[in-house]
């Protein structure tokens, strides 16, 4: 009987509590909110000023451009066609960027087409044969994102190559390329094949692959330009068509012998090319000078760290307090290079010149971030002393350095 009037009584509340709440109109919601806790905030920032040391701010010497007479304008120079500058982002590929926009000056100046070539797609495949080195190398191989100009002639020849629109090489949404992450993992992974000693090169290449692919994307094994279809290689075959046997990579270093071709022994000529040309400076330098003036622009690679290289004049000079400009020669050359105060680490495309109180400057394009911070966006001012002294070389069409290429035996 209690047990009776027991589910009688729960029966009854259940359904009056059911009835109450179906009359009620004003049921609770739930929303997402952020956490917020301003006086513990409040906290926090008192201590930390409290803490707060008296910041040091790093300070470079560089040189003071008061009063240097610059160039100003991109219309001062004598220029070729390019395609407007673009940022490489966080990359360590500006010997991509400036040796496509290269090639896309010399579609234009031999075919007369304004192309536009996609750097990734370089990319890509440049690091599967860096990969695929060090792993037949054991890991004695560099695996970086640096390169050579030249190193984009050897993956044209073999993968082809695409139009940007084919393969950017970002995510939706994503602005400015960023290997960061994506090379970091590369590299762990190889590292840690190479503590291992398993060297499975096809297991290898595959695990490099999946890693662009998440970051990069899949490059394309076909796309279409204005109604047809193209392989990458019939693309370069058909719609490039350039000769990457027609350029030449010109050189000038001491220590090595002059009108022979030669190794540029840095790391980021990673396969060991031994096809740079060397010759003597003034050589070099008169070649550069007399080529921008037929027409010609060239990739060109070298040091940017110096004193008298600075962003926010655009502007790349030698200081005297340096080395005065009459004392720039072989030997100042080879001796910033042996003692490492001079480096590949740049890579640049030279599109124009201007003659200014007897001596060259040159205009030149560049990717990197630092030539953004001026008001002619993407571009530097290089002095002709500058070049001489701490660019290293030059790739450029076989046909604009004619008489030096006669010099050399083979």
């Not at 179906?22 to 806790?37: A, T």
């Not at 096809?202 to 692919?213: C, D, P, Q």
């Not at 394309?220 to 350029?247: A, Q, W």
């Amino acid at each position: 009987m209690k047990k009776l009037i027991a589910c009688l009584l729960t029966t009854v509340f259940i359904l009056s509590a059911s009835m109450s709440f179906g009359q009620d109109e004003n049921k609770s919601k739930g929303i997402f909110v952020e956490p917020k806790n301003e006086f513990y905030d409040e906290i926090l920032k008192t201590i930390g000023e409290f803490k707060k040391q008296e910041k040091t701010v790093d300070k470079t010497f560089k040189m003071d451009f008061t009063g240097v007479n610059l160039p100003n304008s991109l219309d001062e120079f004598k220029s070729y066609w390019h395609n407007p500058p673009i940022s490489q982002g966080e990359t360590g590929t500006c010997w991509d960027f400036s040796t496509t926009s290269f090639f896309e000056s010399e579609v234009y100046r031999i075919h007369k087409k304004q192309l536009k070539f996609s750097e990734m797609y370089t990319d890509y495949w440049e690091y599967a044969e860096k990969a695929k080195r060090f792993i037949e190398e054991r890991g004695n191989s560099a695996f970086g994102e640096g390169s050579e100009a030249n190193a984009v002639q050897k993956i044209w020849k073999k993968y082809g190559v695409v139009p940007e629109e084919a393969y950017t090489g970002m995510k939706p949404g994503q602005i400015f390329h960023d290997h960061s992450k994506m090379y970091a993992e590369m590299n762990d992974y190889l590292q840690n094949i190479k503590k291992s000693n398993s060297w499975n090169e096809e297991e290898a290449i595959s695990t490099i692959k999946s890693i662009m692919n998440h970051y990069m994307g899949v490059p394309p094994e076909k796309f279409t330009v204005e109604g047809k279809e193209y392989t990458p290689k019939e693309y370069f075959e058909k719609i490039v068509d350039l000769n990457m046997d027609d350029y030449v990579d010109i050189f000038s270093l001491l220590e090595k012998p002059y009108w022979q071709k030669v190794e540029y022994t840095v790391e980021d000529n990673w396969w060991h090319n031994k096809d740079y040309y060397n010759v003597p400076l003034d050589e070099w330098l008169n070649a550069i000078k007399k080529a921008v003036r037929n027409g010609y622009t060239m990739a060109i690679g070298g040091d940017v760290s110096e004193p008298g290289y600075e962003s926010h004049v655009q502007a790349a000079m030698i200081p005297t307090f340096d080395i005065p400009s009459a004392y720039i020669d072989e030997n100042a050359r080879e001796f910033r290079f042996s003692n490492h105060t001079t480096t590949d680490d740049h890579g640049i495309h030279l599109v124009g010149y201007e003659n200014k109180d007897g001596k060259d400057w040159f205009l030149i394009k560049d990717s990197g971030s630092g030539s953004r911070n001026a008001k002619n966006k993407g571009y530097y001012f290089y002095h002709e002393d500058y070049v001489k002294l701490k660019m290293m070389d030059f790739l450029i069409h076989k046909d604009a350095v004619k008489d030096l290429l006669s010099k050399f035996k083979d």
